[in-house]
């Protein structure tokens, strides 16, 4: 009897090239997916629009953008202020001993910042709403008295699903 060898019909490393090549297509495909829509509307807003702007037309959506993004802009620098509060925090937490009146003075900053950014955006806001109609006004004032996600949360509820907020702790 002679030896013969079985052969392999497709070769290890030409099988292992395409397992590789199959992970990087499923990784790029995954984050494909996963990633918002890309581009704005004709209106300049992105693809999901606050529900004030449901129904608006093209114009109460340009003059709503265009009072919220000076309100915004208002603000700038109550921002970077928030912005370094919240690297103070981050530096607070990862200070080894841990120093809990460090990270408490860390979050008293980001709670003051956080409330002069609200501050300077009302008060810009309060001005401009003016040029706002009466259904514009109360239209925001309906999606103003909600809390945020609030109308999200109520959507799940309509579908028979839960929102408990957090778990329990035992």
Known sequence: MSDTKPTRRIPFWLTLS????????????????RAPPAGFGQDGMGPRRPP???????????????????????AEDEVAVRRAARVALGEALQ???????????????????????????HDTLVDRLAELSLDQ???????????????????????????DGPPDRD
């Open 18 to 33: 395409v397992m590789a090549n199959l992970l990087l297509v499923g990784l790029v495909g995954g984050i494909a997916l």
């Open 52 to 74: 004030v702007l449901d129904t608006a037309s093209a114009e109460d959506r340009m003059l709503v953008r265009k009072i919220m993004m000076h309100a915004f802009r208002s």
């Open 95 to 121: 200070t080894d001993p841990y120093d809990p009146d460090a990270v408490r003075r860390a979050f008293n900053a980001l709670r003051t910042s956080d409330e002069a950014v609200h501050s300077a955006i």
């Open 137 to 163: 006004r109360k239209a925001l004032a309906d999606m103003m008295s909600r809390e945020p996600g609030e109308r999200h949360r109520r959507i799940r509820m309509d579908q028979g699903r839960r929102d």
